[in-house]
């Protein structure tokens, strides 16, 4: 006997429900959330360090764009900017910063090898992982120099990580990595696809989505902006400012020097910095805010004092480095401070000299990036001797700002603190048996139910519905003879 027609309007209406109420739920689990801020982790191949630093190829290699140094010979680049899908676990992350190795100097005063591999960026996606990079490299022989972004360098072994159900901040231990063909190619052939390269790690923030407000009625008459608001909204900088060039503010960036950070740090000094009155850590650099001074365009002049100071301290060292002060004049640039040491105080002493060739401000902000810079006979002294006059430091970076409304350049965005992987997966990170090679490992903080849940709640309500149905039904039936009271 077929059903009546009210029992299929009932059951039809509570599964139209049933769906509007679930549709929902799990869209927007699996909404695609951003990566903002962290670290990626990479030693790129630590033979390959020991061979360009070595009698044979006789070279060296800088960071550049930010990148620091952290623990024994890897690289750390910054700023993770990209995507997470926790649904999926689909996961693309880019990254700044750079390294560039030189070696085997010619006579000519060039080198035969000359690398830089910057800007990584991981894709994970449907159980592959790939690890591409901006490489920029001098064929052997020809000498050609071959500039490519986005190179596939390596393929990353992501077959035991379960990257669904993750929430923040993100972590990746210890992935393996292999070169690839193209990778080969972009190293100049130095080593051939399939070798092993040094795994990487990660740590990213992901940021929720977050939900979007109820709906209110439109008002009858909308508001007009008020003449105050309408005023702000479209203000452009002043044009005072700009025509005279006066600093609004200023910053200036200087890591001192990456082989003395890490002599501090090091087994020897065993040591460590401390920044204080308003000093900031970048990674790979100390930021010197709250510049204040003189500054003429024209000329191309500056004369600012800036808030922070930097202390070092190990075995046999007490350095404070404060009242970072710089003069720009006639194309270069002088970095001085005041040099605390021994309890003794030299106020005012030209540590660095740089070249600031170009101190025009453009959109309301004067920029000098990563100018090398070079040690003075004062640096020399405040160092006690440690490196000659002359000696390469760390690049300077300065920005003046001759409007309110300019941006500074950002500092470095390590995100959070790596998370520690559990030691057992749990439900959302769990993994089949771990291979033979260190096993990667996925780090995520639960964020919530996934669509399984959700479907098995909705498979719990359908039943209920039925049940109703059902219900109806039998009751009909069984009052079919009897007149309704």
């Not at 790939?130 to 990353?156: E, F, H, Q, W």
């Not at 910095?273 to 204040?292: N, V």
């Not at 639960?446 to 359908?462: E, F, K, M, Q, R």
Request: aromatic share 6%; no cysteine.
């Amino acid at each position: 006997m077929p059903l009546p027609r009210s029992a299929r309007v009932l059951a039809v209406t509570l599964f139209t429900a049933l769906l509007a109420a679930l549709v929902p739920a799990t869209a927007a689990h699996a909404e695609s959330r951003t990566v903002q801020g962290g670290r990626l982790d990479w030693g790129i191949r630590s033979s390959f360090l020991s061979y360009v630093t070595g009698p044979v190829a006789q070279g060296s290699w800088g960071l550049t764009g930010g990148a620091a140094t952290v623990g024994g010979g890897q690289f750390r680049f910054h700023s993770a900017q990209g995507s997470y899908d926790p649904a999926t676990g689909a996961f693309e992350a880019a990254f700044s910063g750079g390294v560039h190795f030189t070696g085997h100097p010619k006579a000519d005063g060039g080198n035969e090898l000359d690398l830089t591999v910057s800007r990584p960026r991981v894709r994970v996606s449907g159980g592959q992982g790939t690890l591409y990079a901006d490489m920029a490299s001098k064929a052997k022989g020809s000498g050609r120099m071959t500039v490519t972004s986005g190179v596939p360098i390596a393929t990353l072994n992501v077959g035991g990580i379960d990257m669904r159900g993750g929430g923040s901040p993100l972590s990746l231990t210890g992935v393996p990595a292999t070169l690839t063909a193209q990778g080969a190619t972009a190293f100049a052939g130095y080593y051939p696809a399939g070798t092993a390269l040094d795994p990487i790690s990660l740590t990213v923030d992901v940021n929720t989505p977050r939900q979007a407000p109820a709906a209110t009625p439109p008002a009858a008459t909308p508001a007009k902006p008020s003449a105050t608001t309408d005023a702000t909204a479209t203000a452009k900088p002043s044009a005072t400012a700009s025509a005279t060039g006066g600093l609004h503010t200023a910053v200036v960036d200087w890591g001192v020097r990456r082989t003395f950070r890490e002599y501090v740090t090091g087994a020897v000094s065993q040591g460590e910095w401390a920044l204080a009155d308003g000093a900031q850590d970048g990674g790979a650099l100390f930021r010197f805010p709250s510049g204040k001074g003189a500054y003429d365009p024209a000329k191309g002049t500056l004369d600012a004092a800036f808030a922070g100071s930097v202390r070092f301290t190990g075995a046999h060292l007490d350095l404070t480095l404060g009242k970072v002060a710089v003069k720009v004049s006639g194309g270069t640039g002088t970095l001085s401070a005041d040099v605390t040491s021994a309890g003794k105080t030299d106020k005012g002493v030209p540590l660095v000299t740089f070249a600031a060739r170009d101190l025009t401000p453009k959109n309301g902000l004067a920029v000098v990036t990563e100018a090398p810079a070079t040690l003075t006979e004062g640096g020399a002294k405040a160092f006690g001797g440690m490196y000659k006059a002359g000696t390469e430091m760390d690049p300077v970076s300065l920005a003046v700002a001759v409007d309110a409304k300019a941006a500074l350049p950002a500092l470095p965005d390590l995100g959070s603190a790596p998370t520690t992987p559990a030691a057992t997966p749990s439900a959302a990170t769990s993994a089949p048996t771990a291979p033979a090679d260190p096993a990667p490992v996925a780090s995520a903080q639960d964020s919530g139910p996934s669509a399984g849940t959700y479907l098995a709640i909705g498979g719990g309500v359908l039943l209920v519905a039925v049940a109703a149905v059902f219900t109806a039904v039998r009751r009909r039936r069984s009052g079919a003879g009897t007149p309704a009271a």
